[in-house]
């Protein structure tokens, strides 16, 4: 399912509107678990698991958001992070002795 769809009024093409669903979220990132709480909230679990590494290039296992378009947003945001390749400069590096 995509997430964008075109609407048409008066039958000329309008802008390009968002259309976004809880259960078009789930189809679009099949790789959370998403669901909304007692609160109304929404929160997305990934499914994997995460390295020290992962974390270290700003990879969460759980996010949140106040609505649909929110959340959308984080799971962007964290799909980017995920194929991006990682920040030597995010990482501490580990400083190595050297004996001549």
């Known amino acids: 399912m995509d997430l964008w769809e075109e609407s048409e009024m008066s039958g000329e093409k309008a802008a ?7 259960s078009g ?8 678990s998403i669901w909304r709480s007692s609160a109304g909230r929404l929160w997305a679990t990934r499914n994997g698991r995460l390295t020290n590494e992962d974390y270290n290039r700003g990879l969460c296992r759980t996010i949140d958001g106040d609505d649909v378009g929110q959340l959308a947003e984080e799971l962007k945001q964290q799909a980017a992070l995920a194929v991006a390749l990682p920040d ?3 990482l501490c590096p580990v400083p190595r002795e050297t004996s001549h």
């Open 16 to 22: 390009t509107v968002p259309v976004l669903t809880l």
């Open 88 to 90: 030597s400069e995010a």
């Open 25 to 32: 979220l789930r189809e679009a990132f099949p790789g959370w």
